[in-house]
């Protein structure tokens, strides 16, 4: 094994089995298959690891570090990140410690990031807050300082490092200089981690004046304001912030909470006024919660009323329709597109198929893809051979695709397992992919094409 194998494998999730395909063969009962390719001489990872955790729930934890040793031999701090957790779920904290210790001489974040919660967790809080202490503009490092500082009560000492990073005329952290203007704190969460201190000692009235004081900073399409807003019941005030301008991931918040709580007609109108500033996103946002709660027909007038031939919005129009039995009509849209616009890309005419096949013309729909001009693409055959397995006829879809295409695999991959063909998947997905031959050297040009 080689740690830069697997982590090019396990990044790319190639020349490997997907971890939803492991998941899927252990469900069939296929637990000797994983079990091989994890203690393989060139194992698989997410097999490995399965595998491991699988053993570590029956309270095997001796043999699933077993079958982790090789990957972790490699030095390839994926498997012992993984080994340590297991460790550490297992009472065995320290020899977890003594795993990922060695991995933080470079200084890697991920390293001291998880070296530093397993000492806190294990009674050494004092020294993981001085392992992080030099590292606060890392933002994943000043998450977990904030969680040990806070352990620890040292909660001031932490609100004052990260004040201090968002203090007006506090040096750029890139130039230096405190005149640039500095849009962006270093660590990027520092005014949300500040908010977090706050509400984590119980204050949570200054934790809401951080973020209105310095502005929150929205983080996987989740606002920190209003999620604090929500957690403290304080509606009102998400209701107000909601309203402004610009704020759709608050308006997103706010209608969740009111679904959450029942209140759908609120949650309703909470997306159509938002949807006076931002009408294509928070329409399609309402047009599914209007799905969600059995008003199909109402959800199809939404998206229709956009009148958008943008393919994201085609695409929920012609699910809408299915889910509604009114395929017909989204074809018909389709057509109506296709006439005023002189063309089909791919993008669009793909959605055809599967309304195709709810109106009982699956035939009809692989025919049509076949005939498109780019219907002999890698990416259009695999979506006809989708659609037919789909459909049930997954062997149809199998002769469609190429073994030798690596796009191929990943679909072909769950397609033979369906058909009970188990080991034939197993080699395909994980057959090394052919090099990629390397381009022929230029001399030096002026002209175009450099």
């Not at 698989?44 to 491991?52: E, S, T, V």
């Not at 849009?183 to 004046?209: H, I, K, M, T, W």
């Not at 005939?371 to 002999?376: C, L, M, N, S, V």
Request: aromatic share 4%; net charge negative.
């Amino acid at each position: 094994m080689d740690a830069a194998v697997l982590d090019r494998r396990t990044r790319m999730h190639a020349e490997c089995i997907p971890p939803d395909l492991v998941d899927d063969l252990l469900d069939l009962g296929h637990v000797g298959v994983v079990r091989a390719e994890a203690l393989a001489e060139d194992g698989d990872w997410f097999c490995a690891r399965a595998w491991a955790r699988l053993l570590a729930g029956r309270g095997e934890l001796e043999e699933a570090l077993e079958v982790l040793a090789p990957y972790v031999g490699t030095g390839w701090w994926t498997a012992a990140a993984e080994a340590a957790r297991l460790l550490d779920a297992g009472g065995r904290g320290e020899e977890a410690i003594s795993l990922v210790r060695p991995f933080t001489r470079d200084g890697e974040p991920p390293a001291l990031h998880d070296l530093a919660l397993l000492l806190a967790r294990n009674g050494r809080g004092e020294e993981a807050y001085a392992l992080l202490l030099p590292h606060v503009a890392d933002w994943s490092l000043a998450e977990a300082l904030v969680e040990v500082g806070v352990g620890l009560g040292r909660g001031e000492e932490v609100a004052a490092l990260l004040t201090a990073r968002i203090a007006p005329g506090c040096p750029c952290p890139r130039c230096g200089s405190p005149e640039c203007g500095r849009p962006y704190p270093e660590p990027f969460n520092a005014v949300n981690l500040l908010a977090s201190v706050r509400e984590a000692q119980g204050r949570p009235d200054e934790a809401v004046e951080v973020l209105r004081t310095y502005g929150s900073t929205p983080v996987n399409s989740r606002d920190p304001l209003a999620e604090l807003l929500e957690r403290h019941g304080r509606i009102d005030e998400l209701r107000a912030y909601a309203a402004v301008e610009g704020q759709q991931v608050a308006a997103g918040h706010l209608a969740e909470l009111l679904e959450a709580r029942g209140d759908v007609s609120g949650a309703v109108e909470v997306y159509r006024l938002e949807a006076e500033h931002d009408r294509c996103h928070a329409s399609a946002e309402l047009a599914q919660l209007l799905a969600r709660h059995g008003r199909g027909a109402e959800a199809v007038e939404v998206v229709r009323g956009l009148d958008s031939a943008e393919d994201w919005v085609v695409d929920l129009l012609c699910r809408l329709f299915a889910a509604e039995g009114r395929a017909e009509e989204g074809l018909a849209h389709l057509d109506a597109l296709k006439a005023r616009r002189g063309k089909e890309e791919w993008e669009l005419f793909r959605l055809r198929g599967p309304l195709l096949a709810a109106c009982g013309r699956l035939d009809e729909a692989v025919e049509e893809a076949r005939a498109h001009p780019e219907g002999g693409s890698p990416y259009a055959v695999a979506s006809v051979a989708g659609l037919l397995a789909d459909a049930g006829r997954p062997e149809e879809g199998v002769a469609l695709l190429d073994v030798d295409r690596p796009e191929h695999r990943r679909i072909l991959g769950p397609l033979l397992v369906r058909l009970g063909r188990v080991e034939e998947a197993v080699a395909l997905l994980r057959t090394p992919r052919p090099a990629a031959p390397r381009p022929t050297p230029v001399g030096y040009s002026d002209c175009p094409p450099f």
